[in-house]
Each structure stands twice: as structure tokens, then as C-alpha cells.
């Protein structure tokens, strides 16, 4: 039997000790009450520090098979438990891509043997992710898919989204939406504005965004389908998903921490690091973002970590690959920017990041009580230190938040009761 022991552990401002037996947590006492039976555990000493339920990121990918210089499912695990997430969903742009029930197959088999953490997987909509026709959704979604999504490519037939959102409601799954409109690209490699027009780089106009979106949520209010959008990213897009839920619409929303932090106008120079899909928009858009955190419109954050190699992040923003990496920067970044500067409490931050995108999805949540799964992550909220590539667990350095002086480092993460990440 798996026993392991937190000792000296901070749970909603009280110090306790929470015993664990395989996946499940058996009590939580006083750090004052006598420890029988000492010997059988793995003891942690938390030190006064806090714990919190597992983080949850529904946007990783981990790259593997086909791609796996990039990121394993080991790896990208590892980082992930590094950053004190439990729980992730994979997306199926790997090669092969998971657009056919073997290769999910194969895929829920690998991430079971490989992942050091709970690790869900997407299946595709179409074929490759970008041909015009439908996969075979009544049978993946039997066989375990989370849900379905081309992410890396919008959707651009009306007729294949319309199919697609009528088979995943009839197996009670979501569509998940990576919006964007090929026609409106215009092979930009940053958003159309003052900054690409300074920077001679062309622009990807958010209408790209927004337009597909519109045309998305009027179908998902027609057939009734859980519709969730994947990195919400311009003001536009906000107001619309506002709208869709007044209107009744069964829609929800993530946006990355990159998207709430950053925008086109911090671009100075021709920098590959702040190239990502979607790109940074305008000093507007992110405040609207932040906006629609704040009000609801938008249930979640998840990170899109995208890792690269070294040379695919180099050179100029016209050649190198969009993406940034997340998963070990994203508690810290977004308690540090968020709770630290008081605009929300700690525990908003976790209806973010680990509750809604749990409930999102009808999956049970992390729970920190007697009889819960034990998926939870001790933090020290106190730590400051600057974020540091060479500390990543990720095969991916490509971050601009590289240097940046953040608060909340990950001490031990336990998912399904095990030791996924100890310091």
C-alpha cells in the first residue's frame, strides 16, 4: 500500500497533517495529533506551506508520437506536475494525427504509461485536422476521447463544424474550437495593427477570430452542443461569448495566461519569443479579456503550451514557429500578476485554474477533504524568484517570460496519490 504523509501543511489558514493510502486522502488532523504507525509513510514536510487542489490545464501539447524533439508525454508531464497541474488534455495534432479510433486508441494507451499525471485526450474533427470532412466521432467518443478539436486550424466549413457539434451532443462531448477564418490570415506572423505596421511584419487580422466565432455560436445554439472556445484572444470575441450565454447559448471560454499578461504593443522589436497563434492583440483586447475574466464570460485559463526546439524559436518572427511554452510559469505568473496585486483572492485563481475546467468538462474536482482523490500540488507563496529556462522539465524554452521575477513555487505534486513532482 502507497501511504504517504503531509506534515505541517497549510489548509484554508490552519496547519494540518493530511495522510494519504494509495490514491485517497484518509485524514486531515491537527499537526498537533499524535502520528500512528510513523514508519509505514513517506513523510513530507511542508513546512507551513500551502496546499492547494491540483491545478488543471485543458490546452497542452505534448508532441508525442511524430515530433517528440519537440516534447515527450514523459516531459511535458514532468513540467506539468513541475507547475503543479494534476490534470491536463492533451490535443490530437501529433503524428499521426488522433483522427481515426486506432489512433486514439494508441494514444489513451501511451498517455496511461507515460504520463506522470492525469492526462485526457482530444480527438480530432476532421481528417488531418484540416480536410473538409467529418471523423468518426459516435466511436471515439465511446472509446474515451474528452472531446473533439482541430486546434492548430480553424474550422472552415460551416457544413463539417454543423455535423460535427450534431454527433458530439449526441454523445454528451464538447467541441472544442480553435477559431480562425484562412481567409482573413493574410500570412501574418503578429496582429494587424500600429505594432506590425512599425515593425514592417505582416498582420493577422482578428476579424479571423471573431467572424468564425460568430458563425460557430449560431450553429451551437441550434443544435444545442457544448461549444467551447480555445484561446480567446480579441474584445470582439469577449462581447460575442457574452452574448451567446445571455442568449442561452452552451458556450464556455479559455484564455491563456500570455493573452491576459501581454500584448502587441510590449513587441519593440522582431522577437520570434512573442510569436504565438493566436497572436497578441491590442492593449484593448486585453484588458477586454481581462474584463470578461473578472465577469464570467470567460470560465477558465489554460495555457496552450506549445514547446519548440531552439532553432525553430530563432531568427525573425517571418520564419519561426508560433507557440510559447506555459505549463511551469502559469500558477506563478498568474498569482504573482492577479493575487499579489490584489485584483482577485487565491481562491478565484483556482476556480480558474483547477475547479471550472474540471466542471467544464463533467469531471469530478480536486477536493482537499477526507475520501477525495488525492491530486494536489504545496506551494510556496512566498518564494520569489525569476523564472529560469534551465529549471524547466519542459524540452521547450521558448517563453518570453524568461527572466521575469514571479511568487509561488511548486514544492510536491501528487496526482491519483502519487508523487508526480518533489523538489
Same mark, same amino acid.
Given at each position: 500500500?502507497?501511504?504517504?504523509?503531509?506534515?505541517?501543511?497549510?489548509?484554508?489558514?490552519?496547519?494540518?497533517?493530511?495522510?494519504?493510502?494509495?490514491?485517497?486522502?484518509?485524514?486531515?488532523?491537527?499537526?498537533?495529533? +499524535?502520528?500512528?504507525?510513523?514508519?509505514?509513510?513517506?513523510?513530507?514536510?511542508?513546512?507551513?506551506?500551502?496546499?492547494?487542489?491540483?491545478?488543471?490545464?485543458?490546452?497542452?501539447?505534448?508532441?508525442?508520437? $511524430?515530433?517528440?524533439?519537440?516534447?515527450?508525454? +514523459?516531459?511535458?508531464?514532468?513540467?506539468?506536475?513541475?507547475?503543479?497541474?494534476?490534470?491536463?488534455?492533451?490535443?490530437?495534432?501529433?503524428?499521426?494525427?488522433?483522427?481515426?479510433?486506432?489512433?486514439?486508441?494508441?494514444?489513451?494507451?501511451?498517455?496511461?504509461?507515460?504520463?506522470?499525471?492525469?492526462?485526457?485526450?482530444?480527438?480530432?474533427?476532421?481528417?488531418?485536422?484540416?480536410?473538409?470532412?467529418?471523423?468518426?466521432?459516435?466511436?471515439?467518443?465511446?472509446?474515451?476521447?474528452?472531446?473533439?478539436?482541430?486546434?492548430?486550424?480553424?474550422?472552415?466549413?460551416?457544413?463539417?463544424?454543423?455535423?460535427?457539434?450534431?454527433?458530439?451532443?449526441?454523445?454528451?462531448?464538447?467541441?472544442?474550437?480553435?477559431?480562425?477564418?484562412?481567409?482573413?490570415?493574410?500570412?501574418?506572423?503578429?496582429?494587424? $495593427?500600429? *505594432?506590425?505596421?512599425?515593425?514592417?511584419?505582416?498582420?493577422?487580422?482578428?476579424?479571423? +477570430?471573431?467572424?468564425?466565432?460568430?458563425?460557430?455560436?449560431?450553429?451551437?445554439?441550434?443544435?444545442?452542443?457544448?461549444?467551447?472556445?480555445?484561446?480567446?484572444?480579441?474584445?470582439?470575441?469577449?462581447?460575442?461569448?457574452?452574448?451567446?450565454?445571455?442568449?442561452?447559448?452552451?458556450?464556455?471560454?479559455?484564455?491563456?495566461?500570455?493573452?491576459?499578461?501581454?500584448?502587441?504593443?510590449?513587441?519593440?522589436?522582431?522577437?520570434?519569443?512573442?510569436?504565438?497563434?493566436?497572436?497578441?492583440?491590442?492593449?484593448?483586447?486585453?484588458? *477586454?479579456?481581462?474584463?470578461?475574466?473578472?465577469?464570467?464570460?470567460?470560465?477558465?485559463?489554460?495555457?496552450?503550451?506549445?514547446?519548440?526546439?531552439?532553432?525553430?524559436?530563432? $531568427?525573425?518572427?517571418?520564419?519561426?514557429?508560433?507557440?510559447?511554452?506555459?505549463?511551469?510559469?502559469?500558477?506563478?505568473?498568474?498569482?504573482?500578476?492577479?493575487?499579489?496585486?490584489?485584483?482577485?483572492?487565491?481562491?478565484?485563481?483556482?476556480?480558474?485554474?483547477?475547479?471550472?475546467?474540471?466542471?467544464?468538462?463533467?469531471?469530478?474536482?480536486?477536493?482537499?477533504?477526507?475520501?477525495?482523490?488525492?491530486?494536489?500540488?504545496?506551494?510556496?507563496?512566498?518564494?520569489?524568484?525569476?523564472?529560469?529556462?534551465? +529549471?524547466?522539465?519542459?524540452?521547450?524554452?521558448?517563453?518570453?517570460?524568461?527572466?521575469?521575477?514571479?511568487?509561488?513555487?511548486?514544492?510536491?505534486?501528487?496526482?491519483?496519490?502519487?508523487? *508526480?513532482?518533489?523538489?
Amino acid at each position: 500500500m502507497n501511504k504517504i504523509l503531509l506534515k505541517n501543511v497549510k489548509l484554508n489558514r490552519e496547519i494540518v497533517n493530511i495522510s494519504i493510502e494509495n490514491d485517497t486522502i484518509k485524514s486531515i488532523v491537527s499537526n498537533h495529533s +499524535e502520528i500512528v504507525n510513523l514508519d509505514e509513510y513517506e513523510v513530507f514536510d511542508a513546512k507551513g506551506n500551502t496546499v492547494l487542489p491540483g491545478l488543471v490545464d485543458v490546452h497542452v501539447h505534448f508532441r508525442d508520437p $511524430g515530433l517528440t524533439y519537440k516534447e515527450t508525454i +514523459e516531459t511535458g508531464s514532468k513540467a506539468a506536475a513541475h507547475g503543479g497541474f494534476t490534470t491536463v488534455f492533451a490535443m490530437p495534432n501529433v503524428k499521426p494525427v488522433v483522427d481515426n479510433p486506432q489512433a486514439l486508441k494508441n494514444m489513451l494507451l501511451k498517455n496511461k504509461t507515460d504520463s506522470c499525471i492525469e492526462t485526457y485526450q482530444y480527438a480530432s474533427i476532421s481528417s488531418n485536422l484540416d480536410q473538409p470532412d467529418n471523423t468518426d466521432i459516435n466511436t471515439m467518443a465511446q472509446l474515451g476521447a474528452i472531446a473533439f478539436t482541430n486546434d492548430g486550424h480553424g474550422v472552415q466549413n460551416a457544413g463539417v463544424m454543423y455535423k460535427a457539434m450534431l454527433a458530439a451532443k449526441q454523445n454528451n462531448k464538447a467541441i472544442v474550437a480553435h477559431v480562425e477564418d484562412d481567409s482573413l490570415i493574410n500570412h501574418g506572423v503578429m496582429n494587424s $495593427g500600429k *505594432a506590425a505596421q512599425k515593425l514592417g511584419l505582416p498582420g493577422m487580422n482578428g476579424l479571423s +477570430e471573431s467572424s468564425q466565432l460568430a458563425r460557430d455560436l449560431v450553429l451551437a445554439y441550434k443544435t444545442g452542443v457544448h461549444y467551447h472556445v480555445a484561446h480567446i484572444s480579441t474584445a470582439e470575441s469577449v462581447q460575442l461569448v457574452r452574448m451567446a450565454k445571455e442568449l442561452g447559448v452552451k458556450v464556455t471560454a479559455e484564455v491563456s495566461p500570455h493573452h491576459l499578461l501581454l500584448d502587441d504593443s510590449m513587441i519593440s522589436m522582431d522577437n520570434p519569443m512573442m510569436k504565438m497563434n493566436p497572436p497578441l492583440r491590442s492593449p484593448k483586447d486585453r484588458q *477586454a479579456l481581462i474584463a470578461g475574466l473578472l465577469d464570467g464570460t470567460i470560465d477558465m485559463i489554460a495555457t496552450d503550451h506549445a514547446p519548440h526546439s531552439k532553432e525553430e524559436k530563432s $531568427g525573425s518572427m517571418l520564419t519561426a514557429s508560433f507557440g510559447i511554452v506555459g505549463l511551469e510559469t502559469a500558477f506563478s505568473l498568474m498569482y504573482t500578476k492577479f493575487v499579489k496585486n490584489g485584483l482577485v483572492d487565491l481562491k478565484t485563481l483556482l476556480k480558474w485554474m483547477s475547479f471550472n475546467p474540471l466542471q467544464t468538462f463533467n469531471l469530478k474536482p480536486n477536493e482537499i477533504k477526507v475520501g477525495a482523490k488525492a491530486n494536489l500540488t504545496i506551494m510556496d507563496l512566498n518564494a520569489e524568484y525569476q523564472i529560469d529556462s534551465q +529549471e524547466f522539465l519542459s524540452k521547450g524554452k521558448n517563453s518570453p517570460f524568461i527572466c521575469e521575477k514571479v511568487f509561488g513555487r511548486t514544492l510536491l505534486t501528487l496526482s491519483n496519490g502519487k508523487v *508526480a513532482y518533489r523538489i
